[in-house]
């Protein structure tokens, strides 16, 4: 019997998930898990739905640029951006694939946590650098750079980083976010390419769930659809927008501290 807690529970678990797509914190993470378990009743039916939301989010945001980009590839003119999705999408499906299909979810949940803490480490040490000096790679990058366009090693490197996301909840939001920004590519940037890589890995993060059957009424997954594209794509224009008026420095440190926090706070309690 369908109550109105299952249409909050829906709703929920699709701000939830879109939330932490784009955060530096695992969606099957420890934290995350057992607040939607607190606040979200039977949330495990709506995951599928909810990741579906946030690509679907990310295909109707970028739709002019996928557009564009579609046209000029049938007269074989690829733009930067084009290119960087085709091997970061390469990369990720090399590395995560085999992963996913073989089930090799080597970390858990709490194990994720505490390893995306250290991403937010890594994350706040970048920004720190960014303050002093160059990013990490920067003297690397702009020798293969043209204007603040994307390179060959930005998109390896966010392939790479989604393809290891896979090993457990690991944060490939946060993981992509570290290794553009350690590249010296400024935080509106590098959110951009995030977000347009990023479906990659949710289609692979389905593999595991296998078939999905939901017995319940279609209004319900589409509650949790609905919830998730919203969400994603106001999340989306808000963190370009913070990322456009932060400093590097600013932004990358609140962003690192926000996986620090969560795992800080599920330890306490």
């Not at 919203?230 to 690192?256: D, N």
Request: aromatic content about 12%; proline content about 5%.
């Amino acid at each position: 019997m369908v109550v109105p807690a299952d249409y909050l529970s829906s709703a929920i678990t699709g701000f939830v998930i879109a939330l932490v797509s784009w955060l530096p914190l695992g969606i099957g993470g420890a934290a995350v898990s057992h607040f939607l378990g607190a606040v979200a009743r039977n949330y495990q039916n709506y995951i599928v739905p909810s990741y579906l939301g946030v690509i679907f989010a990310v295909i109707f945001y970028f739709r002019d640029l996928i557009s564009i980009g579609t046209r000029k590839a049938l007269v074989r003119e690829f733009s930067a951006e084009a290119r960087y999705f085709a091997y970061a999408a390469v990369f990720t499906v090399a590395i995560g694939y085999p992963i996913a299909a073989g089930g090799w979810n080597v970390v858990d949940p709490a194990g994720s946590d505490a390893v995306n803490a250290l991403i937010g480490l890594a994350i706040i040490a970048v920004g720190l650098l960014c303050w002093k000096k160059k990013a990490p790679l920067k003297d690397v990058e702009d020798k293969l750079r043209n204007a603040d366009e994307p390179t060959l090693l930005d998109a390896v490197s966010s392939g790479v980083s989604q393809g290891f996301a896979m090993l457990g909840e690991i944060s490939a939001a946060g993981l992509v976010l570290l290794a553009l920004s350690a590249g010296g590519i400024k935080p509106k940037k590098a959110l951009g390419l995030l977000f347009m890589v990023y479906p990659v890995y949710l289609v692979l993060r389905l593999i595991p769930l296998g078939e999905w059957t939901p017995a319940m009424p279609v209004y319900l997954p589409f509650t949790a659809f609905l919830s998730s594209f919203v969400t994603a794509i106001l999340f989306m224009k808000a963190l370009l927008l913070i990322g456009e008026r932060l400093s590097r420095r600013t932004f990358l440190t609140l962003m690192g501290l926000i996986p620090i926090v969560v795992y800080l706070l599920e330890v306490m309690l």
